[in-house]
């Protein structure tokens, strides 16, 4: 990173409350401590106004000139975004369906200007996010659609309730609807060892209420979340405008490329990269999704 683009991050972040240049300093241990506490008990954190006041119309009003070129395709899907007509048992959660009418905007298509753009490449920004998931290092992905997303929730949609394919998520509200779209989520629902269809199914089918919590975001917020175990969604956007968040994916390991099915759902398209990285993927876990 450059100085210039270092410069514009800091300028963009609120450095007083987020030091970003200071990873001695008290104030980042203070906020690190407090984020790592709120990881490992709940599996989220809340970084509010990460961005200034002052930057966050331009941040509201960037990704709102990349929106309209997200990719809609309105699908019925299940909480493991697999193939609904995967065979499961009577009782399997992922039988359970509804329609995803989500979309996003893949890296490709925002500008490397753009505040998210910045902070997404950010070796600041990196340096820091790591030491609140308590990693030593983290990359930017290798795919070239999916590292840096804007999802794009229209009035009258909604985000169904899933589970990430990564273990934990970067994300940032950049414009809230005007009703609705509220972000739910079940913390630690299942590990790498139990699916634990019982409560998820409970959630799906509504009578899991005591299983879910709710989040009031404000555009600029930061959120740190563990959602590979943690079921959640984004509820039924209301009113007249859409729902834009800013999704930064990174990985433990470099040059990480998504599959070619989930590539192909999310943006419409493949590259050759996903084609490629297809003959040599290898899975983490056993889970589901």
């Known amino acids: 990173m450059s100085t210039a683009e270092a410069r514009a991050v ?38 509010p106004d990460f961005i200034r006041p002052a ?24 909480a493991y975004n697999i ?10 959660p992922g039988r359970l369906t509804t329609r995803r009418g989500n979309a996003f905007v893949a890296r490709d298509r925002v500008p490397a200007a753009a505040i998210i753009h910045q902070l997404y490449t950010s070796e600041l920004f ?40 990564n ?7 950049t414009q809230e609807a005007e009703d609705g779209g509220v972000f739910e989520y079940c913390p630690n ?11 998820v199914r409970a959630v799906l089918t509504g009578s899991g209420e005591h299983l879910v919590r709710r989040l009031t975001l404000r555009p600029g917020d930061l959120q740190l979340f563990k959602g590979r175990y943690a079921l959640h969604r984004v509820s039924t956007v209301k009113g007249t ?7 930064f994916a990174y990985s433990e390991r470099p040059g990480v490329i998504g599959s070619v099915a989930r590539t ?21 876990d056993q889970l589901l999704d």
């Not at 331009?58 to 019925?76: G, K, M, N, Q, S």
């Not at 193939?83 to 399997?92: A, G, Q, S, V, Y």
């Not at 609140?132 to 909604?158: A, I, K, Q, T, Y």
Request: proline share 6%; aromatic share 6%.
């Open 10 to 47: 800091e300028q963009a972040v609120d450095t007083d409350r987020y030091p970003l240049t200071g990873p001695e300093s008290a104030e980042w241990k203070s906020v690190v401590s407090r984020t790592r506490h709120e990881l490992r008990s709940s599996g989220c954190s809340i970084l």
């Open 55 to 78: 930057h966050q119309d331009a941040l509201r009003r960037e990704c709102a000139e990349i929106a309209p070129d997200a990719h809609y395709d309105v699908e019925t899907v299940n």
């Open 83 to 92: 193939d609904i007509r995967t065979p499961l048992p009577e009782d399997h």
């Open 126 to 165: 990196k340096r820091f996010i790591a030491d609140c998931f308590e990693l030593p290092v983290l990359h930017e992905l290798g795919d070239p659609l999916s590292g840096l997303v804007l999802n794009v929730v229209r009035p009258g949609m909604e985000h169904p309730w899933h589970f990430d394919t």
């Open 167 to 173: 273990e934990f998520t970067v994300s940032m509200l």
């Open 189 to 199: 629902i299942r590990s790498a060892r139990d699916e634990n269809f019982r409560d």
């Open 241 to 247: 405008r859409a729902r834009h968040t800013a999704i």
């Open 264 to 284: 192909k759902q999310l943006f419409g398209r493949v590259l050759p990269e996903h084609i490629e990285a297809e003959k040599k993927a290898v899975r983490v």
